[in-house]
């Protein structure tokens, strides 16, 4: 007995510090990936928010969180950059990950698509979790852009890229990323360069 009471403490601690930073928007599911980042290779975990609409094939994701795994890794990329490759990297995760149907067909033709709404965040802010600092989408001054995605030669490529349209706009942020807080502190929400700015 003794043995399955704590093999379910463990499992409610599992699911209670699973993305533990994810704060998805209503109908949006959390996931956390890894990756590296190129010249650096400081490894960051990811956290995204997506959600299926049916019987079409349609999927909205949305960056949430991320986060170095190593603090004292040196990255080379600023934040803009650093945002735009993990936005684009998730395409790829997303794609490999098979949920909402989600592989594109082949190309063959003008029908054969899935389609992705992307939400690009212009306000983040930052968290200091014990030396670990979090970005954190402030999900708010946001806007979209839909790109219609199939396989071609075993990889998955835009057929399609819309014009960004806003999809939200709650809060306004200005002003330049601020420094790092101290532990147990957050910043305001600050801009960064996205489709959204242009």
Not at 11 to 23: P, R
Not at 38 to 53: A, H, R
Not at 150 to 174: A, H, K
Request: include cysteine; proline fraction near 9%.
């Amino acid at each position: 007995m003794k043995k399955y009471l704590i093999s379910i403490v463990a499992l409610f601690i599992l699911c209670f510090t699973t993305n533990v930073y994810s704060d998805c928007p209503d109908g949006f599911t959390s996931v956390t990936f890894t990756v590296y980042t190129p010249i650096s290779n400081c490894q960051y975990e990811v956290i995204y928010c997506y959600k299926c609409v049916m019987p079409a094939p349609q999927v909205g994701l949305i960056i949430d969180a991320f986060y170095k795994i190593n603090p004292n890794c040196t990255e080379s990329l600023g934040t803009d950059d650093l945002i735009n490759f993990l936005e684009t990297y998730l395409y790829e995760h997303f794609f490999s990950w098979g949920v909402c149907r989600n592989v594109p067909p082949p190309c063959n033709g003008l029908n054969d698509y899935i389609v992705l709404i992307m939400t690009y965040s212009k306000c983040w802010n930052k968290e200091n979790d014990n030396g670990t600092i979090i970005y954190h989408n402030c999900h708010s001054y946001d806007c979209c852009q839909e790109t219609h995605w199939c396989y071609q030669d075993g990889n998955p490529i835009p057929i399609s890229v819309g014009i960004p349209y806003w999809c939200n706009q709650t809060e306004n942020c200005s002003g330049s990323e601020p420094p790092n807080p101290e532990p147990g502190y957050s910043t305001d929400c600050f801009p960064i360069s996205t489709p959204c700015s242009q």
